[in-house]
C-alpha cells in the first residue's frame, strides 16, 4: 500500500486532506511543522508528499534542500491560489504539481491515481539515454547533435511535471514527436494522448469540439457530445498550431486553464477537468502576440516551460541517421531492403530542408520507389534549392500587387465563417493560385491554408 505524507499547519485542513487520501487505499501520515515532517520522512519514506508552502517554523520549501527527498517521492505543492508563478515555482523546485485551497476531491483523485516515485522516472529516462547512446534515438525523436540533446535534456526535465509546455519550430520539425515523448515519459502515460490541430477545424464548431454540447444546444445537435477536454481526461491534450484558434477560443481556454473547470456548449454546470496541456506553433510566440494572433495572457500562460524545436539545417549532422531510419522503414514496409550510396549520403548532407523531417522522409519514399537497384543514388534526390523567402521572391509575379486587388463586397450579417472562405478564395485567385503566396498574404500557415481549401471542396470558387 502507498504511504503519503501530509505537511500542513492548519489542523482541520490536514484531517480532511487525510481522511480524502486514506480513501484512495493509502496510508496517512500528518505533521503540522517542517521539524515534524522531516521526522515522519525519517520514519516512514512517503510515496507522495502533499506540502504546504506556509509552516510555523518555516517555509515547506526547505523540504527540498533534502535530494534524498525528491529521489524517493513526489511532493505535490499545496497553496492558497493558482497562478502561473505557483506553476514555475513547482517546476523550479521539482514539485511535480500543485493542489489549490479548498481542494478539489476530483482532483486529488487524480493526482494520487498517478502516484510515480521520481527514481523510478529517472531511470526510464537513464534508460533512454543508454539507447541513444546506441542508436541515436530517444523517445519518439532520433538525432545525436548538440541543438537534439538539448532537446532531450528539456524533456527529461519536464516531464514528470505537470506544468503546461509550449513547444515552438518551424513546419514540419517534430513539434508533435516531442509532445509524444513528453507524455510516454509523464506519469500520465497510461491516459490518453490526444492531438488535434487547431486550424484545422472549423471556427463555427472548434467551441464544439474542444468543450462538447449537450443534445439540442443548436440545429443538428441531436445527441450530446464529449470534446477534447474530456476525451482526454487523465491524459495529455496536445493544442498543434494554437495561433490558429480563434481569440474569442482562446479567452475560453485560458479561463479553463486557470480554473480547472469548463462547460459544455449549451449546459448549465461546469464541470472538473484533470488535463495537461501542451501546446505548438509554427510562430514565434512572441511575434505571434505582436501580430494579434495570440494573446498574451494565454502566451504566458502555455509558455511555463518553452522548448524550441531546431530546423533540419540547424543540425544537418542528423540528416544520415534520419534518412536511414526512414529507408529502413521503408524497406520494412515494402519487403525489399535498399540503403544509400555514399554520394547520396553527401548529397543529402548539402541540401537545406526547407520542408524539415517532413521533407527529408518524403524524399526518402520518392527515391526508394525510383530506385531499380539495392542502393539509393542521388539521382532522384532533391537539389539544392533557394532558401523559403528566396524561394518566394522567385515565384512567378500574381497579377498585381494585394494593394492594386480587387476588392470584394460582404453582405451585413454574412457569417464569419462565409467571411473568411470568401477572403480566402479571393487571394487565391489574385495570387493565380500560388499557395505560398496566398498564405503568406494571409498570414497563415500553408497548412492551415491547405485545411480550409480542403473543407471548401474542389469546386470552390472564388465570389
Partial sequence: MSHALIVDDDVDSASLLSTLVADEQFTVATAHTLRDARRQIALQTPDIVLLDLKLPDGSGLSLFDDGALLAQSEVVLVTGHASLETSIQALRVGAADYLVKPIASAQLRAILSRVMRPAELQAEIAGLEVEWAKSGRFGHLWGRSAPMQRIYHQIARVAGTNVSVLISGESGTGKELVARTLHELSRRRKQPFLAVNC???????????????????????????????????????????????????????????????????????????????????????MKAVAEGRLRVDLMYRLNVFPIEVPALRERLSDVPLLADRFLRLISQQEGKEKTLSPAAVSKLEAYRWPGNVRELRNAMQRAYVMTDGEQVSDEWLPRDVPLAAEALEALPPAKASLAEAATITLPLGASLADAERRIILATLEHFEHQRERTAAALGISLKTLYNRLKDYGSDATPP
Fill in 199 to 285: 486550424g484545422a477545424i472549423s471556427p463555427n464548431l472548434i467551441e464544439s469540439e474542444v468543450f462538447g454540447h449537450e443534445k439540442g444546444s443548436f440545429t443538428g445537435a441531436d445527441r450530446q457530445h464529449q470534446g477534447f477536454f474530456e476525451r482526454a481526461a487523465g491524459g495529455t491534450l496536445f493544442l498543434d498550431e494554437i495561433t490558429e484558434m480563434p481569440l474569442d477560443m482562446q479567452v475560453k481556454l485560458l479561463r479553463v486553464l486557470e480554473t480547472g473547470r469548463f462547460m459544455r456548449v449549451g449546459a448549465t454546470q461546469s464541470q472538473e477537468t484533470d488535463v495537461r496541456i501542451i501546446a505548438a506553433t509554427n510562430r514565434s510566440p
